[in-house]
């Protein structure tokens, strides 16, 4: 139970900028820096492996920058669990988000020998396809090349290093057979045929952000970042727009794009995912308490199954398989081409971040999972508990979020939060924001342009980089009892310091996500107050005893959560995981295997942690 009363302690009176112009303010937004009163006791300038920024002083005053819901990610690692040689250690640097994404190298872009061959419309009919190869001979990558709209990347291309990059450098030694760059539902199919001809393994790839690397293989990755137009149907004078979405689509350009037609889609904050990933599994964002997952606006899709059809699935069409297709998990049935989502028109948006200090953290963090669930569904927030890796200070916690609201309103909701904690927080900033602008500023951001907010190999003003992490995942259901507070703070207080970053990640859960009946689309947790991420990251450069001192703390601080927490999530999928499909998919796994049996009874689209065609025995 909350303790009641509001504003209990002292701190923070919030000086907020005036509302942007173009969204009928008086001036200029001077956006999440907005200034709080000089009493305030704001932290020296810092960031922990989670690169959250601690605040820092500004013309005599205390300005506070808000950060995302975290700089969350650095990567994790695939069933292949390599190690890199190394020579020399690197201590895990803190790092904001945007610095995560700015680390070295480049995803996989296109190039290669494209050879066009004309429109070639997604249809609803097998392929048109005669490949002018043996069927079981050895692959002839030219042949397909010639098939396709799109190119074919080979390791003998000068493209190739590039090509087959996961954004965690962790996969950087798979070595797939080919890279496939679609630009049509037709090159998607033709892909499908051939590897199938050809006994080769496939997998999809949109954005490729696999924790677990599933978006390599060692045969033919069907890249779909060729389709990534974002078209909006109607605009934001209407309450039931929609927008249809390529699956290789990333996050900031459709943030981008659904923005400055003033509509929003709830999703996450990592500008370079890729929506077919986020949406196949559930997709939790800034925005979900109040629209729900992104999952939970998908109108219908288009899908290549593994016998070469395209099929739209919506709630008339193909219903158990737009019913999987919602959490069910990207890879498991097919290779979506297309999304058309229900999309909203933008409220007023308000972000803020709230810090405490370290003494607080078990307080703070008990105190956020009692008041999250009476919260209005207008809050989402997450409860960020960061280790200071081998950076120095100690570990920090802070609340951050985001309100699709007013200022005011916001302010107000925090207010029961902070006396339950009962422990002045040492900053609080508040503001409004532009929706477009929020979502940069969740995506580490902030100080780019669109453009610069991808990675080199996407945009050739991208300045974002990958990452070297690992995560494991788990929901909370009820609130945590004390000793799973103090086995948090623990945890996260025993990775610092240490050569690498850890830190454990609340994310809210509950209001619209919570309503959707547990059965209704294969998004099963639907009763979770927050999801966890476990996460640790590491230089990448780092010796192989730092990456397993990393994954140990990984391990140990997930296993001593365990006797609290339930099930994991699909999207943050886990190699380590025990039970994985339980785990992920709980009541719903068994109706996600009939569809699975269905439509792919070959177990074409198999990867280490798939779904199966019969449920395991
Ligand atoms: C830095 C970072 C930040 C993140 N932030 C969030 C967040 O805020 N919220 C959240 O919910 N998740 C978040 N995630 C997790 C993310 O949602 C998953 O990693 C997601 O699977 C990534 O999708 P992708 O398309 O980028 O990845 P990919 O690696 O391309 O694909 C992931 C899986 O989907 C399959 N797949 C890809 N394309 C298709 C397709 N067209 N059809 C069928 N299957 C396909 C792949 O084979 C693979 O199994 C984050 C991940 C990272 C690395």
Known sequence: MLPGGIGGNQVTSVIVAPRPAWRGGATASTGPSARLRSDQNVGGEGLGPLGIARGHRHDGDATYRHRGPLARRRVSHGGAGRKRN??????????????????????????GPAILLGACGAGTQPPPVTIPTTIGGPPDWNALATALR?????????SYGTAKLLFDT????LDPAAIAFCQSASDVQRCVDFARRHGVQLTARSGGHSYAGYSS?????IDVTGMSDVTVSSNSSSSNSSAVIGAGAR?????????????????GSCPTVGIAGLTLGGGIGVLGRRYGLTCDNLASLDLVTADGRV????????????WASRGGGGGNFGIVTSFTFQVHPIPDIALFTVDWPWAAATDV?????????????ELWANCQLDSSGGAGGGPSIKITGVYAGSVADCTAALAPLRAAVGAAPSSQFVGPETYERAMMIEAGCEDLSVAQCHLPSQNPAGTLDRSTFAAASAYVVDPFPAAALTAVTGAVAGANPTPFGGAMIFDGYGGTIARVPAAASAFV????????????SWGASAPSSVAEAALAWLASTSEALAPYTTGAYVNYIDPAQPDFLNAYYGANLARLVDVKHAVDPDDVFHFAQSIPTVVPG
């Open 86 to 111: 190394v020579t020399a250690v690197q201590p895990a640097q803190p790092f904001d988000r945007r610095q995560l994404f700015r680390r070295a190298g480049a995803l996989a872009a296109v190039a």
């Open 150 to 158: 799109g190119s074919v990347v080979v390791p003998s291309d000068a």
């Open 170 to 173: 962790r996969f950087d030694a």
């Open 217 to 221: 293989c060692p045969g033919l990755i």
């Open 251 to 267: 996050l900031v350009d459709i943030y981008s794009t659904l923005g400055s037609q003033g509509v929003l889609l709830p999703g």
């Open 311 to 322: 099929l739209t699935c919506d709630a008339e069409h193909n219903p158990d398989l737009f």
């Open 365 to 377: 963090l008990g105190a956020w999972l009692g008041w999250l669930p009476a919260a209005p569904d």
């Open 525 to 536: 947790h639907r009763d979770a107050i927050a999801g966890i991420q476990y996460f640790t």
